[in-house]
């Protein structure tokens, strides 16, 4: 947990979290380690001006139901679950209209009130995933992030459409394997790191381009593609990935943004105006849309289970979560995934 303000990371002995009316408790048995947790590790301005120690981090988990507060009854202690770490309010006009993932009054669990890298996490019912009790531990973790990957890459229609991911971090990979299983004609996935860009291929990409070395427009030759892509997924957040992908999409092409960019950067409006390019921002998982859609998909399709899982490259007990962390940072790695149980 984040005792204090300031960079680094407490394993300590604190009391059970208590379950109020409506709530949930969940032992943890999975959690996923996430770029935002880094951040709050690392304790950066957006880290300081979000939270407020003491603070239990960790958004990612899957667990066991062990209690349910006053007036719950649609989760069963024993039930396995995956939890949605966006809280809303209820009350905004998106929430009453059914767009829960555009609730102006969000609050996240392990950002803005206690979270899952802990023994138990307590999340209102509303919010607990119910998973088959079969479900692969390690695969209930990530849904969270497999939840990102299929809300951008459901964005816009895509059987036969050739698409072109920036970015192959853990949701870029599972992008790549969401296209390919909604049937996509060519999946090509660009980032700087050729390890990264290896999970991408073994996920399902039908071609990856280190784009430190090669041009996308080379990559465009090679698959006999004349025009240009149909839709673009960012999951980069780097200001050149998005030129790159705005400069080879067709007209009429349609981009799903989901990488945070670090700061404000100039884009060529010019080009997103004449060639009629459509552009969407994408935050979370559409409540709770994206998580029927995860769970259907994964059902019936044993292989992007396995791409799905494919992305975990690196398991850690708990107590060793200061390996963890370091191996999420270094970088060489998809998915890393601390063991509560
Ligand atoms: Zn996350
Ligand atoms: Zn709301």
New binding site residues.
């Given amino acids: 947990m984040k005792a204090t303000a300031g960079p680094g990371l407490e394993l300590l002995d604190v009391p059970e979290p208590s379950v109020g009316p409506g709530e949930v408790r969940i032992r943890v048995l999975r959690a996923?380690l996430?770029?935002?947790?880094l951040h709050l590790e690392q304790w950066d301005d957006w880290a300081a001006s979000t939270v407020r120690p003491p603070m239990t981090i960790g958004?990612?988990f899957y667990g066991e139901v062990v209690e349910v507060g006053p007036g719950v009854s649609s989760v069963q202690v024993g039930q396995r679950a995956s939890g949605e770490?966006h809280i809303v309010c209820g009350m905004c006009r998106n929430c009453r209209a059914g767009r829960r993932q555009l609730c102006i009054n969000t609050i996240g669990v392990g950002v803005n009130r206690d979270g899952a890298f802990a023994d138990h996490v307590v999340i209102p019912a509303a919010n607990v995933w119910v998973q088959p009790d079969d479900l692969d531990p390690d695969l209930g973790a990530i849904f969270?992030?497999f939840g990102?990957a299929v809300h951008t890459a459901l964005s816009f229609p895509m059987a036969g459409e050739d698409v072109v991911i920036t970015g192959a971090g853990p949701i870029g990979v599972m992008a790549a394997a969401i296209c390919r299983h909604v049937g996509a004609r060519h999946v090509v996935v660009t980032d700087l790191s050729d390890y990264r860009l290896s999970l991408a291929k073994s996920a399902g990409a039908d071609l990856v381009v280190n784009a430190g070395t090669t041009r996308l427009r080379e990559a465009m030759d090679e698959l006999g593609m004349r025009e240009g892509f149909d839709i673009g997924l960012e999951m980069s957040g780097s200001p050149s990935a998005v030129a790159d992908m705005l400069a080879t999409m067709n007209h009429g092409g349609r981009v799903a943004m989901l990488g945070l960019p670090k700061d404000p950067y100039p884009v060529d409006w010019g080009k997103v105006i004449t060639h009629m390019i459509t552009i969407k921002g994408i935050y979370g998982r559409e409540m709770y849309d994206t998580w029927y859609a995860m769970s259907s998909m994964l059902q019936t399709s044993p292989l992007l289970r396995e791409r799905i899982a494919s992305v975990i490259t690196h398991r850690f007990p708990a107590e060793q979560w200061q390996e963890a962390f370091a191996a999420a940072r270094s970088g060489q790695c998809g998915k890393v995934v601390m063991d509560w149980s």
């Avoid at 996430?34 to 947790?37: A, H, L, P, Q």
């Fill in positions: 996923g996430c770029g935002t947790d958004h990612e770490g969270d992030p990102n």
